[in-house]
């Protein structure tokens, strides 16, 4: 198994900062993928971190540390829409196929 | 130019019936999948196909059978439904490229077994 630990809730405010921390344990690592998934949707890609360090995406940021089994996802100047949930997705192992927790829900409010 | 689609998007059916869901992607990926959602809102892989053919099988009871006719469909049937298997299911594809395996997901089906 995965072994992935992320928070269940958080809560932040509108245009505040939020990290997301995400934990785990997985064999053959190959990279971790963050994907966003709004209330009755379908989960959308948002990152994918192979090496260790901080990838920039607009607003988003991921982190990895693959020494500590570590990321977390970084979201800046908040705003109303991204409530939704966070999925940390460390891949299957020895694979590149994404396997997922049950994410972070975040709540932004005004 | 929906890239990944299923059908139907709503599924409500008595137990012990047996029902299928539709998936088609127009990406031209080489590998496609099958994810179960609980309430919980676990998102647990329970298949994968690889140009027709299976690679992945989860821990999933053999009344759940993947059919793919061809690269850009795979089909789920689902004999003598339970109760247990409410949930929403999404279908994905993605092409990995040795690097990555990005996942597109379609729109997911909302199964209720009353």
Same mark, same amino acid.
């Given at each position: 198994?995965?072994?992935?630990?992320?928070?269940?809730?958080?809560?932040?405010?509108?245009?505040?900062?939020?990290?997301?921390?995400?934990?785990?344990?997985?064999?053959?690592?190959?990279?971790?993928?963050?994907?966003?998934?709004?209330?009755?949707?379908?989960?959308?890609?948002?990152?994918?971190?192979?090496?260790?360090?901080?990838?920039?995406?607009?607003?988003?940021?991921?982190?990895?540390?693959?020494?500590?089994?570590?990321?977390?996802?970084?979201?800046?100047?908040?705003?109303?829409?991204?409530?939704?949930?966070?999925?940390?997705?460390?891949?299957?192992?020895?694979?590149?196929?994404?396997?997922?927790?049950?994410?972070?829900?975040? $709540?932004?409010?005004? | 130019?929906?890239?990944?689609?299923?059908?139907?998007?709503?599924?409500?059916?008595?137990?012990?019936?047996?029902?299928? $869901?539709?998936?088609?992607?127009?990406?031209?990926?080489?590998?496609?999948?099958?994810?179960?959602?609980?309430?919980?809102?676990?998102?647990?892989?329970?298949?994968?196909?690889?140009?027709?053919?299976?690679?992945?099988?989860?821990?999933?009871?053999?009344?759940?059978?993947?059919?793919?006719?061809?690269?850009?469909?795979?089909?789920?049937?689902?004999?003598?439904?339970?109760?247990?298997?409410?949930?929403?299911?999404?279908?994905?594809?993605?092409?990995?490229?040795?690097?990555?395996?990005?996942?597109?997901?379609?729109?997911?089906?909302?199964?209720?077994?009353?």
């Amino acid at each position: 198994g995965q072994n992935i630990d992320q928070p269940t809730e958080m809560t932040a405010t509108e245009g505040a900062i939020v990290q997301i921390n995400c934990t785990y344990q997985t064999s053959g690592f190959n990279g971790l993928f963050w994907y966003q998934q709004h209330a009755g949707e379908a989960p959308t890609f948002l990152s994918y971190n192979v090496l260790d360090g901080l990838e920039e995406k607009g607003r988003f940021s991921s982190f990895l540390s693959r020494s500590k089994g570590y990321s977390y996802l970084l979201l800046k100047e908040l705003q109303m829409k991204d409530s939704a949930s966070y999925l940390c997705a460390p891949p299957l192992g020895g694979s590149y196929i994404p396997t997922f927790g049950r994410g972070t829900s975040l $709540i932004v409010h005004p | 130019d929906t890239a990944v689609s299923q059908t139907p998007k709503y599924l409500v059916t008595q137990m012990g019936n047996d029902k299928s $869901i539709k998936c088609e992607q127009n990406l031209g990926h080489d590998t496609m999948y099958w994810y179960k959602q609980d309430s919980k809102k676990f998102l647990k892989i329970m298949f994968s196909y690889n140009n027709k053919e299976l690679i992945i099988n989860e821990t999933v009871p053999n009344r759940f059978s993947p059919k793919s006719p061809d690269k850009a469909h795979l089909n789920l049937h689902i004999n003598s439904l339970e109760l247990g298997d409410s949930a929403v299911y999404f279908c994905a594809s993605s092409q990995a490229n040795g690097v990555t395996d990005t996942q597109y997901f379609g729109p997911g089906t909302r199964l209720t077994v009353l």
